[in-house]
Every structure is written in structure tokens, then in C-alpha cells.
């Protein structure tokens, strides 16, 4: 019997957590945090993932700032929109939208975002809180399965974890996220010759590969966890990196695609923003950070 | 037949390396590296680590700066020796002997240190760096361990690499550096239930646990490639976390304790100095770097 984990349920769920502390902080006479998105060119993709998450910001009760660049702008107009944010003490969290157009280079833009408003924790600073322990905000995906699992009551302490796909916004941090929670953690990627070899003993299973339908069940050990953050537009409708529909029966719990991983990265965003609201507030925050994701949130 | 791998040899030949580029350079006019060394207090052995890497500073025709400073020193007088250091231009590298006495905060001290001087790749900054895979100065210990790797021609891209312990100073940097390389890398720690089931798939097995003798034949798999980086004052001399002894006809390769990784630390230290200098001459140097280890030595 395979569990399906609903990511819109838990996405939920941690998104009126965030709508309640905020509305609690305002009460208090709090500063209300303020999230903004800066969008460059018309990518019509980006400009439907951009109006989502202005969306929930606004639907959590915090402040939605926007910029959009034309495609043609240079990397000196873009980096002083974001020194003009970063300046600006209403704006809690910046988010650029990636990916850029033309030859803007998108590592050292993201680098001027300042680590304490990095709500997207892709900067090189925040690679670096994570990689050494320390408080920080972490990259929404990886932190949005790690919620996933535990909604899922999916054990992480002492147990093999396989994280197929090592790329700087999902494999990488997610390695470092299962390790820190106490799993045994093994990375595989294009150069492992034998891919179901080192997915089958694993108890966990994330794949972040952008290979449509590459994980079947033989790559998957009975009662697995496993979690795919693949998505994939098709012609029948949209599909993930794992063959969902043959693993059923053996995954012991599994997300689908859509309304898996999707949803929480939304959901992670708006965790950060609260967050780096916070650290603003209190910059005396601890050192290292116990928990894996950056908000304590409300159960 | 077990080969052993003699990491005095390559060290010796990393460091011959070093001073032949200083002395090019130094013929072409161009500035001395130099590497500042902080020792706290009057630890024993960090009394004659710092000794050590003193003299290959001055063996590799390097300038030697030095600060001694009593164990009672607060935070402030720390941090302001590391202060002066970042600003004179003399100084191509700081190292902050680790650890330090009583109360003081190592992660805060390490991360004062600019990243450009940071010649033994422990701040923050370059941990990001690494992480995103962009050109930084790395930990010496683990990528020593990976030159001893190339040294014995161990291939790396499409093995399966085990890191056992994942400490900031050799397990993360580790695994980072090893899947950058193209191995697939499991990480195992003290909470893996079964080591042996984790480590006995690995072709390259590297261990850092600090615990003497924990690693035995049945941990590896025969031919294996076995690195230790523990090191352990016995009744019967230096030994590792590795029963070097009871490998003896199962590993393919592995490496002595002493006379293994420790004679690499300081040889890659001198490496990270020479580029930090480097790299301050020509702060254009290029975002991201391809080679595993930061400088491109001579042959």
C-alpha cells in the first residue's frame, strides 16, 4: 500500500502558519515583512511563477514589492535595483527570478543580494551558513521536501538516503539537509554508472534530475520514501522524473506530480521571508541553528 | 598487493612545486607570497603544528609572519591582530591556529578572516564557494587527500567514493570536492546504522572519524582505494581510524599513518598561499573553477 504525500495539504498548512504569525507580529505592533520579487525579461513561465508568489505574500498578510526589468537591461541596472532593495529597511526578502535572459550573469547578481534577505538562500553566503551549520535562510525546495518527510512521519535519523541529482538549487543543499538530520546520505548524478545500484538500499529516495520518467521500480527499495522534484509538461498533462504510477505498491509513500514537491517551494518562500523578517528584527540570532528549516512554525 | 601510498613523496614534490613558482615569480619581480600564522596560547601541539608550517613557509622562499598571542586574550584582541592582517597588502594568507583557549569563538574568529586570505579554507565564504563550485581557496586536508588520489591514479569520475564522518574540516569538504570530481559519494557518520553495508560498495573509501582502528577488512572492498585522516597517539606509536595492518592484500591502494594525508596538509597549505597570492595580483580570476584543487601546479 503506497501512501500518496499531499504537498498542497502541508504546503497549506505552513503557509497559514506563516498568515497567523504575521497577523500575530502586526498585532503586537511588529514590523509586517515585505517580500520583493524582481522579474527581468517576459519569460512566460517566469511571469506566471513570479504572479504566484506575489500571490502568497499578499495572501500571508505581507507586503508584496515588485520590479520588473526589460530583457535588455545590463547587469549595472539590475544590480542597482537590487542595492536599492536591499537598502530598503520595508523589504524583508529578495527573490530574482531566475532564469535570467541574455548574458546577465546570474551567480554574481544573486551575490549582491544581502545574505540576511536571501529568501531564496541561493546566495554563496548562504551555501556557506548551510555547509557549516550555522543559521541561515536555506533554498525553498530542499527545505520543502524535508517538510514533506516529516508530514510524513518518514524516519530521517539513521536512515540511507539517496539524492539522485547533484545541481546547486535542489541536490546539493537536500544532501546537506538529509545529513544534518542524521541520515546517512548518498549522491548520485550523470557519472554513476550504475544508478539503481545506489538508489535500491535507500530508505529515502529524492530525485532532482530534470530526466523525465528515469526512476521505476527498479531503482526503488520496498516501502521507500520517495520524492520527486522532476517536473515535466507532456501530452498527458505534467510528469516527474519517477514513474509514479509503477512504484505503486512498492514506494511505501510517495509525492506526486503536480501537488508534491511544487507546492512547498512556494510555501518555503514565504517561510523565509517571515524569517529574514525576523533576523532583521533580532540580529542577535543564535549562531547554529538545530532545526533544518529556518522558522520555528506553528505545529 | 596492496600498494602504499606515500604521501611524504608527493607532499615533497607539491611543496618543490610551490618553490619553484615563488622563485619565478619573485625572478619576473613579481610580489613574495606570504602567509601569517596566529597561534593563542601555548598549546603543545599546536606550538609545533604552527612550527611546522612556519619553516615550509620559509622552505618555499615565502615571507613568515607570525603573531604569538597569550591564551588570555578576549575576542576583540583576537580579532584585531586578524584585522591588521586582511589590510596589509604583505600578507597573502592569515591562518588562525585552531583550536583555540577557552571561551573564544572559533567560527566567528575564522569568518574575520577575508576570503581571499582564507589559506586554510575554513571561513564561511569559501565554504560557499566551494558549495557553488566557484573559484575560492578549500581546506587543505581534503584536497590533499584528492591529490593523493591523482598521485596513485585512483580514478574518480564514475566511482563510488565513501566519505566516513562528515566534521567541517575533512568530511564536508570531502564529499564536496570528490563529487565535484565526478564520484558518486555516500557519506556515512555516527549514526549509520551499518557502516560496513555503506562503505563495502565504495572503490574510494576515505575515513575521518577520530576513532582509532574503526575501519577494518570488513568494511572494504577488495581493491579499494583507503585514505586515512585519522591520527592517533599510541602505546605502539602513530596510528588511524584504518587496521592498516589487516588491509594488507584487500585495499588496492592506501595510506600510511604516519607518513599518509599529514604530511599533505601543510604542502597544500603552502598551495593555498601561493594562490591566495595570486589571486589578490589578479582579483579578476575566473568564477568558476574547474580544477579540483586551487592552483595548477608544475608537474
Redo the contacts between chains.
Keep these: 500500500m503506497t501512501t500518496t504525500i499531499d504537498g498542497r495539504k502541508v504546503a497549506q498548512r505552513i503557509r497559514t502558519g506563516v498568515a497567523e504569525d504575521v497577523a500575530r507580529a502586526a498585532r503586537l505592533g511588529g514590523p509586517v515583512p515585505g517580500l520583493a520579487t524582481i522579474l527581468v525579461g517576459d519569460d512566460p513561465a517566469s511571469t506566471v511563477y513570479v504572479a504566484a508568489k506575489r500571490r502568497a505574500v499578499r495572501e500571508a498578510g505581507m507586503r508584496d514589492f515588485h520590479r520588473s526589468l526589460p530583457a535588455t537591461s545590463t547587469h549595472d541596472q539590475v544590480a542597482a535595483v537590487i542595492d536599492e532593495l536591499a537598502l530598503d529597511p520595508e523589504v524583508s526578502g529578495i527573490l530574482l527570478q531566475l532564469p535570467l535572459p541574455g548574458a546577465l550573469?546570474a551567480?554574481?547578481l544573486i551575490d549582491r543580494i544581502p545574505v540576511g534577505k536571501d529568501a531564496d538562500g541561493l546566495?554563496?553566503?548562504?551555501?556557506?551558513?548551510?555547509?557549516?551549520?550555522?543559521f541561515g535562510l536555506r533554498p525553498c525546495t530542499p527545505s520543502g521536501v524535508i517538510e514533506l518527510l516529516d508530514a510524513a512521519r518518514v524516519p530521517l535519523?539513521?536512515a540511507?538516503a539517496a539524492v539522485v541529482g547533484?545541481g546547486?538549487l535542489v541536490g546539493?543543499p537536500m544532501?546537506?539537509l538529509l545529513?544534518r538530520r542524521?541520515?546517512?546520505?548518498?549522491?548520485?548524478?550523470e557519472?554513476?554508472?550504475d544508478l539503481a545500484?545506489?538508489t535500491r538500499?535507500a530508505d529515502v529516495l529524492v530525485v532532482a534530475t530534470g530526466v523525465l520518467g528515469l526512476i521505476g521500480p527498479e531503482h526503488v527499495k520496498p516501502g521507500a520514501a520517495v520524492i520527486d522534484v522532476g517536473i515535466h509538461r507532456t501530452d498527458r498533462g505534467l510528469r516527474g522524473d519517477v514513474r509514479t504510477a509503477e512504484l505503486d505498491g512498492i514506494a511505501g509513500c510517495i509525492t506526486p506530480v503536480p501537488g508534491g514537491v511544487g507546492p512547498m517551494t512556494i510555501a518555503m518562500l514565504m517561510v523565509n521571508t517571515l524569517q529574514a523578517a525576523r533576523w532583521a528584527a533580532d540580529p542577535g540570532t543564535p549562531?547554529t541553528t538545530p532545526p533544518t528549516t529556518p522558522a520555528a512554525l506553528p505545529a
Design positions: 550573469d551567480a554574481a546566495t554563496t553566503a548562504s551555501a556557506g551558513l548551510l555547509t557549516r551549520g550555522r535519523r539513521g540511507h547533484w546547486e546539493r544532501a546537506q545529513l542524521g541520515a546517512t546520505v548518498t549522491v548520485a548524478h557519472h554513476t554508472p545500484a545506489v538500499p549562531p
